[in-house]
């Protein structure tokens, strides 16, 4: 599967260091090889290369229990519990977890899953819901309409908003004909859809254009996941936004939770000046926790002027030099469901003297990277490590607070220069300031359902989860 990839030459050492010595845990014995009916795993913990691919149910909590105290960036703030009070391996992964206070991330799911996430494929209608109302009075808007998707061809567009429930057997199964019917309603008008779920291919980056901005040619880049084909896309972006001479660059990163940490090392590259990177400054250091410290030494992504790492189906290959834009500063489009790997962007940039203003929302606040581990059909993305750019900087747990507060703006499309963040940017270039009237968001809608663990009540529209990320690599 496309997920058994290498996503940063860097790390390849790294990781078979981690195989060779199994994840860097000892040799020890669990209460559970002492005494079978043992409810609890203690210190000290066997291996977990030792345990990996025994998928009885006692061995793949061993496997988990094991694997956190090797790799977790809190080993020390794993929680003791029942081993017999979860029926699934992946139950008790999440109950061991640090409280939501200091891990709000780490994750798991099926290897299928997480095979499809990685490669940008979802079986889906390619609708992304958002909530802009309040708890009190929820609204759910559509806030973006994928491509080619069902939902497109059923000419469902932004900004339409739910009436009553939806009626859906949506899931994983590409086996059995679905189906996903609502009402909705455009400008006060009552319509109704019923789609058909399907394949689709998610388009990472969904829109380049040039805007003229009076006195400026500003390029914008609507830049949806670190997945898929989204490097390859991005460099064509900026070869072409280069060919248009442009002053400068707008990237929409508000539904963007993130992706692969290469994908946001690369864009990187092409927006720092060229003389910055003839040293290869740092983009992003890894920071793990203490047992994994020595191994992460080399653990750095950098910034080149040419690509570190492409995919073996990449169109441009490692090693090819990327095109430059020749701006001072870059305006982000945020919202909280801007995330990880996108976060990881504004703070890169900005730690090699790069402006960068946020217009929008506060964003996720997500400083923290996971690798994959396949185990027993599940996949695990425990957070790892905290990255940190070139300046040393990584504070933004509680996220990027935008230079200009503005909401989001479900009643234009994205791209229109009259669309509210859009806007903003614009005027915040021509002028240096934040428009006189801006709307302050009460409850962000991004920060909800496209967060990492999305409020899922009645109410909520059923839609594809998508996990804020800053993947390394996965580890099989």
Known sequence: MLARRFLCLLCITLIGALQACGGGGGGGSTDAEAAPNTLYLDAPFVSSSSMAEQCTLAPQKQFIRAYL??????????????????????DYFSAI??????????????????????????????IYWIQPGTDALPVWRIARVEPDSPAMKAGLQRGDTLYGRIATSLGTSQTTMGY????????????????????????PVSQTKVIDNKTAKVGYISFESHYGNAQD?????????SYEGIDELVIDLRYNSGGFLYISGTLASMLAPADTLLSEPVFIRLQPNSKLTNLYQTAVLRMANTIQYAENNAKYKTGTFLPQLKIKRVYVLTTGATCS?????????????????????????KPYGMTRQDNCGTAYYPIEFRGVNALGESDFSNGFAPRCM????????????????????????????CPAKVVVPDNSAASRQM??????????????????????QPRH
């Open 451 to 472: 967060s990492p663990k999305p409020l899922m009540t009645a109410q909520t529209p059923p839609q594809r989860q998508r996990p804020g990320m800053a993947i390394l």
């Open 180 to 203: 996903y019917n609502f009402s909705y309603l455009r400008q006060g008008e009552l319509f109704k859809a019923n789609l058909t779920p399907s394949l689709i291919n998610e388009d």
């Open 69 to 90: 105290d090797e790799v977790y960036l809190w080993p020390e703030l794993v929680q003791r519990r029942n081993t017999l009070a979860y029926d699934t391996p992946a």
């Open 406 to 433: 503005v909401s989001d703006d479900l009643d234009h499309e994205r791209g229109d220069a009259r669309e509210a963040q859009l806007s903003a940017a614009l005027t915040h270039m021509q002028t240096g300031q």
């Open 97 to 126: 977890l640090a409280p939501p206070s200091v891990d709000r991330f780490s994750f798991s799911s099926s290897i299928d899953e997480a095979d499809a996430r990685e490669t940008a494929e979802a079986f889906d209608v390619g």
């Open 233 to 241: 896309q991005l460099i064509e972006s900026i070869y072409a936004l």
């Open 341 to 365: 790997a996108s976060e990881s962007l504004i703070n890169g940039l900005r730690g090699v003297g790069v402006t960068v203003h946020t217009i929008g929302e506060t964003t996720c606040g």
